[in-house]
């Protein structure tokens, strides 16, 4: 599988963005796919991960972005959207998607494909 990421961009706070990233490979539905981030000086972290769709595509999410960010995929087109609002500074890093060969993942050593990343930065 194969990923790109795209969509980031410098945003006022409180603006939206929406992050699209579109996938290769014909069984793209069977893979869990995952939003992650990474600010300067920080660990990557997870900021939204749908299962598969044999498990019902439910989403999870961080909770720093709950009520703000919406993840979905759309297995038809290949790609997985992100879409986020009320951004504040604080989401400012690169995002990166992500899929896993496993039903659900969570933390990034669970994930086997990346792609790369895309800047995101909310000014105040």
């Known amino acids: 599988v194969q990923l790109q990421a795209s969509g980031g961009g410098l945003v006022q706070a409180g603006g939206s963005l929406r992050l699209s990233c579109a996938a290769s490979?014909?069984?793209?539905?069977?893979?869990?796919v995952g939003w992650f981030r990474q600010a300067p000086g920080k660990e990557r972290e997870i900021v939204a991960a749908?299962?598969?769709?044999?498990?019902?595509?439910?989403?999870l999410y961080a909770d720093s972005v709950k009520g703000r960010f919406t993840a979905s995929r759309d297995n038809a087109k290949n790609t997985v959207y992100l879409q986020m609002s009320s951004l504040k500074p604080e989401d400012t890093a690169v995002y990166y998607c992500?899929?896993?060969?496993?039903?659900?993942?969570?933390?990034?050593?669970?994930?086997?494909?990346w792609g790369q990343g895309t800047q995101v930065t909310v000014s105040s």
């Open positions: 992500a899929a896993s060969r496993l039903r659900l993942g969570v933390g990034q050593n669970e994930y086997h494909y």
């Open positions: 490979g014909r069984t793209f539905s069977s893979y869990a």
């Open positions: 749908i299962s598969n769709s044999r498990s019902g595509g439910s989403i």
